[in-house]
T-cell receptor
Framework: AQSVTQPDIHITVSEGASLELRCNYS??????LFWYVQSPGQGLQLLLK??????LVQGIKGFEAEFKRSQSSFNLRKPSVHWSDAAEYYC???????????FGSGTRLQVQP | DAGVIQSPRHEVTEMGQEVTLRCKPI?????LFWYRQTMMRGLELLIY????????DSGMPEDRFSAKMPNASFSTLKIQPSEPRDSAVYFC????????????FGEGSWLTVV
């Protein structure tokens, strides 16, 4: 069965510092990978997605992620975090033939001034 | 463009009452998903439809839950009778080739069963 692991439940970074959120998936087929962000009391907003092609994808709000097949990873990065980035971040995976997303457990990002 | 529209946004109901959550997907999308979010279990897929037909309902917790999609622009998730453990945020989402198969989420329906 497909699964997604986000090993970091909670991360705190200082404003202006760089950020990397980890995501690992398990399945044999080529995945479709996504990162969503959820602010308190809000729905999920898509940050970026990977379907195929260039393994480094750019998203909104200055985020990027890199697909590494050898490591079954799709880590999210941002070079300089802003206070408004504080939120819950979810990695998700889908596959050809199954459109529904399987989500990781989420990583809560806190930004210190 | 209108996104996925859910109603009600918030509902408080008493145990044993029937709850109906509604969803209007993005026009032109042919997939519709219902997810539930709780602190304990995170985001869980309940059911999804393709062209109004249920494809996978293995995530529906029990017979108290039912979902329908009578047409391409409307879906309901019904809980009857409701129980306190059903308290959660219920998200509807949709996708389609016209939007590159990306899944877009509604703002959620926040359900509290007392």
């Amino acid at each position: 069965a497909q699964s997604v692991t986000q090993p970091d439940i909670h991360i705190t970074v200082s404003e202006g510092a760089s950020l990397e959120l980890r995501c690992n998936y398990s399945y044999g087929a080529t995945p479709y990978l996504f990162w969503y962000v959820q602010s308190p009391g809000q729905g999920l907003q898509l940050l970026l997605k990977y379907f195929s092609g260039d393994t480094l994808v750019q998203g909104i709000k200055g985020f990027e992620a890199e697909f590494k097949r050898s490591q079954s990873s799709f880590n999210l990065r941002k070079p300089s975090v802003h206070w408004s980035d504080a939120a819950e971040y979810y990695c998700a995976v889908a596959y050809m033939g199954r459109r529904a997303l399987t989500f990781g457990s989420g990583t809560r990002l806190q930004v210190q001034p | 463009d209108a996104g996925v529209i859910q109603s009600p946004r918030h509902e408080v109901t008493e145990m044993g009452q029937e709850v109906t959550l509604r969803c209007k997907p993005i026009s032109g999308h042919d997939y519709l998903f219902w997810y539930r979010q709780t602190m304990m279990r995170g985001l869980e897929l309940l059911i999804y439809f393709n062209n109004n037909v249920p494809i996978d309902d293995s995530g529906m917790p029990e017979d108290r839950f039912s979902a329908k999609m009578p047409n391409a622009s409307f879906s309901t998730l019904k809980i009857q009778p409701s129980e306190p453990r059903d308290s959660a945020v219920y998200f509807c989402a949709s996708s389609g080739t016209i939007s590159g198969n990306t899944i877009y989420f509604g703002e959620g329906s926040w359900l509290t069963v007392v």
